[in-house]
């Protein structure tokens, strides 16, 4: 046998030489484990968060007219068909409800027509005009109303609110508020209307419990704008 077989490194104890070299290397031990995963879990759950966020802002900012001249968002088609996919692949709870086009002057929230979701044991009570939570989890919440009115003559508030009612404690809390100003500068000078849009976008993740009950609701109900299918809605997405 010969002698550079037997050769170890002095301090480390490991073979030299000729058997290190024929040695296998062992592969590097992974490292972060269990918490790595955990990491990049919350990331990715942010990220989504902060992408349909972004997407419905994108929506509503380039809007277009369709056949009939009814504005209609980016997102009108595109969104409530993207939320079904994802919530029939994932199995979690999604609602993306929209204004009913058969109450004037309120605010009733429908999921039996299109572009609307309701899927994996979300529930909308129509009575209470609420959406349902199925189960315990964070949940991203958000709401859009469109505001409009033919002419200035006073400055008009508008407002938006996302409600919550927990099924543990029977109160119903306050989880979003918006306000907006339109027509700020008063009467329009005569014999010139001026023609005004507005919309109050809010969106945030919270977490619920089953059977808590979510509402948007507004003060302005004789300025929405119920023409324009699509536009006003209201949705819940389970992370």
């Avoid at 000729?18 to 972060?32: F, T």
Wanted: charged letters at 20%; proline letters at 6%; aromatic letters at 10%.
């Amino acid at each position: 046998m010969s002698s550079e077989h037997l050769v170890q490194d002095p301090e480390k104890g490991l073979p030299t030489g000729k058997e290190a070299q024929d040695r296998p290397l062992s592969p590097p031990k992974s490292q972060g484990g269990p918490w790595k995963c955990l990491s990049i879990t919350a990331f990715l759950l942010l990220a989504a968060a902060t992408g349909l966020f972004a997407f419905l802002q994108y929506g509503t900012l380039f809007g277009q007219k369709d056949s009939q001249g009814n504005g209609k968002s980016f997102a009108d088609d595109i969104l409530p068909e993207t939320m079904k996919l994802q919530a029939l692949v994932s199995g979690k709870p999604a609602a993306h409800a929209i204004a009913s086009l058969n109450h004037p002057n309120q605010l009733i929230w429908t999921t039996d027509v299109a572009p609307s979701v309701l899927e994996n044991g979300m529930k909308l009570d129509k009575a209470e005009n609420a959406l349902v939570v199925p189960s315990t989890g964070l949940y991203f919440i958000y709401s859009q109303l469109l505001f409009h009115k033919g002419s200035c003559t006073d400055p008009v508030l508008l407002s938006q609110r996302i409600t919550w009612r927990s099924a543990q404690f029977n109160s119903e809390v306050e989880l979003l508020k918006s306000l907006k100003t339109a027509c700020e500068h008063g009467r329009d000078p005569p014999n010139q209307g001026k023609f005004w849009f507005e919309s109050i976008y809010q969106g945030a993740v919270f977490k619920l419990h089953k059977g808590d009950r979510l509402w948007s609701k507004t003060d302005s109900l004789q300025y929405l704008d119920l023409d324009r299918n699509g536009q006003i809605y209201f949705g819940v997405i389970a992370m």
